[in-house]
T-cell receptor
Framework: KQEVTQIPAALSVPEGENLVLNCSFT??????LQWFRQDPGKGLTSLLLIQSSQREQTSGRLNASLDKSSGRSTLYIAASQPGDSATYLCAVLLRSNDYKLSFGAGTTVTVRA | NAGVTQTPKFRILKIGQSMTLQCTQDMNHNYMYWYRQDPGMGLKLIYY???????DKGEVPNGYNVSRSTTEDFPLRLELAAPSQTSVYFC????????????FGPGTRLTVL
């Protein structure tokens, strides 16, 4: 069974600092890994999707890396802003079950102005 | 293009009542999913569908039923609501499984008292 862990559960940083969010998973036979953003009381917004053949994916200030062999992904957010305050969830899609995303519990980020 | 829409946004039920959570997508996606999110936890898959007329159980299907009569709609039915079903429910869709990104609706917050 795929277990997805995100540590820390919460993070508070001053504006301008770079954010580093970690995600680890136990089964490396994945199709892809997605990073989502969730604002309080809202749905999930997809930020980045990394296919299993890729090592990283970038979008603006966001960069996500994937190391399948060690079962880890890292989301970097450069020069954080108060608007980056949200919960960030990672989810992996297993090759054996191509419909089922396994989610971590998320990291709640607060960026202080 | 509205994406994935869900109704209602909020609902309070009494123990033993029934209700249907509605989900519609206008992206002509074949795959649709229902997840629940409990406080401080990742999302768990309740049911999914790979196309009209086809549904299957996810991780936590007990107490729920689904149907998929059209490509666009994927309603989730709660029979005999219980306090353990208090949660936020998210509907999602994707073109197919595997390499494809999942798109999420805004969620329905359900409380069972």
């Amino acid at each position: 069974k795929q277990e997805v862990t995100q540590i820390p559960a919460a993070l508070s940083v001053p504006e301008g600092e770079n954010l580093v969010l970690n995600c680890s998973f136990t089964d490396s036979a994945i199709y892809n890994l997605q990073w989502f953003r969730q604002d309080p009381g809202k749905g999930l917004t997809s930020l980045l999707l990394i296919q299993s053949s890729q090592r990283e994916q970038t979008s603006g200030r966001l960069n996500a890396s994937l190391d399948k062999s060690s079962g880890r992904s890292t989301l970097y957010i450069a020069a954080s802003q108060p608007g980056d305050s949200a919960t960030y969830l990672c989810a992996v899609l297993l090759r054996s079950n191509d419909y089922k995303l396994s989610f971590g519990a998320g990291t709640t980020v607060t960026v202080r102005a | 293009n509205a994406g994935v829409t869900q109704t209602p946004k909020f609902r309070i039920l009494k123990i033993g009542q029934s209700m249907t959570l509605q989900c519609t997508q206008d992206m002509n996606h074949n795959y649709m999913y229902w997840y629940r999110q409990d406080p401080g936890m990742g999302l768990k898959l309740i049911y999914y569908s790979v196309g009209a007329g086809i549904t299957d159980k996810g991780e936590v299907p007990n107490g729920y039923n689904v149907s998929r009569s059209t490509t666009e709609d994927f309603p989730l039915r709660l029979e005999l609501a219980a306090p353990s079903q208090t949660s936020v429910y998210f509907c999602a869709s994707s073109v197919a499984g595997g390499l494809n990104e999942q798109f999420f609706g805004p969620g329905t917050r359900l409380t069972v008292l």
